[in-house]
């Protein structure tokens, strides 16, 4: 089965001539959930933007549902939905007008968008502030819309930028919940996160990035196998990275 999101060979970044991505590949399939890891600066973000289609890269592809974004674009950018880490609305739309702005932009059935309106503000506690204006939420409550935005159009691939920075307890279960429902759907998820036992007990698979490259892949249990045997991935995670920087020092 073709994965629905393909990354071969990419390397990529802002100049050519020092290129933050070096050769990454991996891949996610329909219903699959992959966590990206890495330090801060080891090329998480960029690796996201290159998806999205706002870097292109130097070398290498990404495909989408099994395009390139050159090759069509409409079905390329219809095919993900992408929730940032820090949320970003419109300040003149309450938060049911963002959602019926998405539905309409992703053009679902009007019936079929309400019910799964009416869905998610329940999932989310957010049945009271549906008419709310952004400036009148928390970052949590703000967090919550972004996520409603991207869960309500169900794409072939979701793409989440830490999740649960700014959520709440049940908020947290909620999402969780909620991406679980999705996966059942056949959505693939891309879900770049510090919190690593989070990832540790729902990521099917691991993708350990650092200074641009792919330092290990695979489940948790492999991605920790390949780090001594590591009882933790928080714990496989250090030692990978320390092992790496100590290769890398000058004269060694």
């Known amino acids: 089965m073709t994965p629905v999101l393909k990354i071969e060979r990419l390397t990529g970044g802002y100049s050519r001539r020092k290129p933050v991505l070096h050769e990454v590949s991996f891949d996610v399939g329909a219903g699959e959930m992959l966590g990206l890891i890495g330090l801060n600066g080891a090329g998480k973000s960029t690796t996201i933007k290159h998806i999205l289609g706002l ?5 290498g592809e990404v495909r989408i549902s099994g395009v390139r974004l050159e090759e069509d674009r409409d079905k390329y950018r219809s095919s993900c939905a992408y929730v940032p880490e820090q949320p970003s609305l419109f300040p003149n739309l309450t938060v049911g007008e ?22 998610l503000s329940a999932t989310f506690r957010m049945d009271k502030a549906m ?13 919550k819309v972004m996520l409603m935005n991207a869960l309500l159009v169900a794409p072939p691939l979701l793409i989440i930028d830490e999740p649960f920075l700014g959520l ?8 969780i919940d909620a991406l679980d429902d999705v996966r059942e759907q056949g959505t693939a998820i891309l879900l770049s996160s510090h919190i690593l036992p989070a990832l540790e007990r729902r990521a099917d698979r691991i993708v350990v990035l650092h200074q641009g490259r792919v330092l290990a892949a695979g489940t948790p249990d492999a991605v ?11 714990d496989a995670f250090e030692t990978l990275v320390l092992s790496a920087e100590e290769r890398g020092k000058p004269g060694e």
Do not use: V
């Not at 998405?102 to 799964?116: I, Q, S």
């Not at 709310?132 to 967090?143: E, F, I, N, R, V």
């Open 131 to 143: 008419n709310a204006l952004p400036d009148t939420l928390s970052k949590g409550m703000k967090q």
């Open 55 to 59: 870097m292109m890269p130097h070398e």
């Open 98 to 119: 963002h959602l019926r702005w998405t539905a309409m932009a992703y053009g679902l059935d009007p019936g079929e968008a309400d019910r799964r309106t009416a869905r």
């Open 224 to 234: 920790k196998a390949a780090a001594d045997g590591a009882d933790s991935l928080d």
């Open 168 to 175: 709440d307890p049940l908020a947290t279960r909620a999402l």
